[in-house]
């Protein structure tokens, strides 16, 4: 038994791995592929430090056309992404199980990301005046070069290209390691690229095996990592990059808390936590997982949360009709499965599910959890998958204090129209996204990233594009 969980091996996971296409729905494979061998990776290493190099030559004749023309292929890889949205989607939902829905919207949200950075890239890495004793002074924004994005099965086109689209309108190129489960995935994203018109080398895939990412990341020609994936496999790759003085931004997952106050709108709140929890089959780093309820509400937000879940449909992730597909893979889907029997063994109660159906697939019941104990997974691990926690509160400063009790800081909601409460909130939850009366979900125009143990860097936004760039201060006498 191994945990990858979600891109990156911990330290107890095998170094040698299959790169297999898997339907969780069914348990079917539908195709492999072997690791890339070492002479290809050196090839591609190589055709990739070429189209850095060419870009750079492109922006010393005429910065401006360089920006035009890769803004110009960026819009043609967001029309791929839209008009193949029903294609793509599809090979999501047979590699990693989402429903079909959530996953032609994901591929369309990748076209978004695409036209945004396209459209507003060269004015982010704008040469930028700054006021000094020299008669010209300025910041100038410049790539790095090739960057390693190590990235995670559970959004498979989204993660890669929220990275991709802001690294490569810098003028960087990517070596993309997928995680071992969306194989396809990772062929396609590739493919785009290549579609979409820009030089070859610009975005490659690489079919690695653990040991020989570690190996990668030593290499001089490799600039910088970014990794979304487990605490682990962030401190190893961290622990990796940081022995060769190499740039890393790191997003490690949450256990995003979700507060209740009595002045909220509950059934809004209530329609909105079965979104926040369940959407992606609850595997999501920003999925809500502890939803802390005002003592004096909780009872009637646990029933109304019951009743909800109790009315979703779990089955084929290809079905429209179908809320809930699959989780992942077997050994996540087992791996939750304890979590919930510990948790439960410590003192927790179930309110619905908790049970592995009787049926083929890797499918695990919507559940609730209710009176979670102190050491127990379900206040301390982040629950990849179906299943939601309920805490009481009692007022709003105890609420903030269970929310932020936690190692993680990625996301965080609060449902409240106390004014008190809402600067409460903003201004006291540790997370590195606050979302007040609303779902949090990564947008292209805001900078995306956390604190704590779910990481450091931002994604989205300027301050994603300026991530893997040399900020250069630049004084002329």
């Given at each position: 038994m191994y945990y990858f969980v979600r891109g990156f091996p911990t330290d107890t996971e095998r170094t040698s791995m299959a790169f297999e296409s898997i339907n969780p729905a069914t348990g079917e494979r539908l195709?492999?592929?072997?690791?890339?061998?070492?002479?290809?990776?050196?090839?591609?290493?190589?055709?990739?430090?070429?189209?850095?190099?060419?870009?750079?030559?492109?922006?010393?004749?005429?910065?401006?056309?360089a920006f035009e023309d890769r803004a110009e292929k960026l819009v043609r890889a967001a029309?791929?992404?839209?008009?193949?949205?029903?294609?793509?989607?599809?090979?999501?939902?047979?590699?990693?199980?989402?429903?079909?829905?959530?996953?032609?919207?994901?591929?369309?949200?990748?076209g978004l990301a695409c036209r945004h950075y396209a459209e507003r890239g060269a004015a982010f890495l704008a040469d930028e005046p700054v006021d000094t004793d020299a008669p010209s002074s300025f910041l100038r924004y410049e790539p790095l070069g090739p960057v390693l994005a190590?990235?995670?099965?559970?959004?498979?086109?989204?993660?890669?290209?929220?990275?991709?689209?802001?690294?490569?309108?810098?003028?960087?190129?990517?070596?993309?390691?997928?995680?071992p489960n969306v194989p396809q995935c990772a062929v396609a994203l590739e493919g785009i690229f290549r579609r979409a018109g820009f030089r070859e080398g610009t975005l490659q895939n690489l079919f690695l095996e653990t040991d020989r990412v570690v190996s990668l990341m030593g290499d001089p020609r490799v600039r910088a990592v970014t990794l979304t994936g487990s605490v682990s496999a962030g401190r190893a790759v961290a622990s990796g990059a940081g022995a060769h003085v190499k740039k890393t931004v790191l997003e490690l997952g949450g256990s995003d808390p979700f507060i209740v106050m009595p002045s909220a709108d509950l059934d809004r709140?209530?329609?909105?936590?079965?979104?926040?929890?369940?959407?992606?089959?609850?595997?999501?780093?920003?999925a809500a997982k502890r939803f802390i309820v005002a003592e004096e509400i909780a009872d009637a937000f646990r029933d109304g949360l019951v009743e909800r879940f109790e009315a979703l449909t779990l089955g084929d992730p290809l079905d429209e009709a179908t809320d809930v597909g699959p989780v992942a893979r077997e050994d996540l889907r087992d791996h939750l499965a304890d979590q919930?029997?510990?948790?439960?063994?410590?003192?927790?109660?179930?309110?619905?599910?908790?049970?592995?159906?009787e049926r083929t697939g890797w499918f695990y019941e919507p559940t609730v959890l209710d009176r979670i104990p102190e050491a127990s997974p379900a206040r301390d691990e982040e629950l990849f998958g179906p299943v939601a926690s309920l805490f009481r509160a009692r007022g709003a400063e105890e609420a903030l204090r269970l929310a932020n009790d936690t190692t993680f800081g990625l996301g965080a909601s609060a449902w409240t129209n106390d004014e008190?409460?809402?600067?409460?909130?903003?201004?006291?939850?540790?997370?590195?996204?606050?979302?007040?009366?609303?779902?949090?979900?990564?947008?292209?125009?805001?900078?995306?990233g956390g604190v704590k143990d779910s990481g450091y860097g931002r994604e989205l936004g300027r301050e994603g594009i300026r991530e893997f760039v040399n900020v250069k201060s630049v004084k002329v006498h």
């Open positions: 195709q492999r592929f072997d690791p890339t061998p070492p002479t290809d990776v050196e090839a591609r290493l190589e055709r990739g430090v070429e189209a850095y190099r060419a870009g750079r030559a492109a922006d010393a004749a005429d910065r401006s056309a029309e791929i992404l839209e008009r193949g949205a029903e294609a793509f989607g599809r090979i999501m939902t047979l590699e990693m199980g989402k429903p079909i829905a959530q996953a032609v919207a994901e591929a369309k949200k990748c190590i990235m995670p099965w559970n959004f498979p086109f989204w993660q890669v290209i929220r990275f991709a689209a802001p690294a490569v309108m810098a003028g960087n190129v990517g070596l993309l390691k997928h995680a709140a209530l329609e909105m936590a079965v979104r926040a929890r369940l959407q992606n089959n609850g595997e999501s780093c920003i919930v029997r510990r948790t439960v063994e410590a003192g927790a109660e179930i309110l619905i599910g908790g049970e592995i159906p008190r409460e809402r600067r409460l909130f903003v201004e006291g939850l540790e997370a590195g996204n606050v979302a007040i009366n609303g779902m949090v979900a990564s947008d292209p125009r805001m900078p995306f």
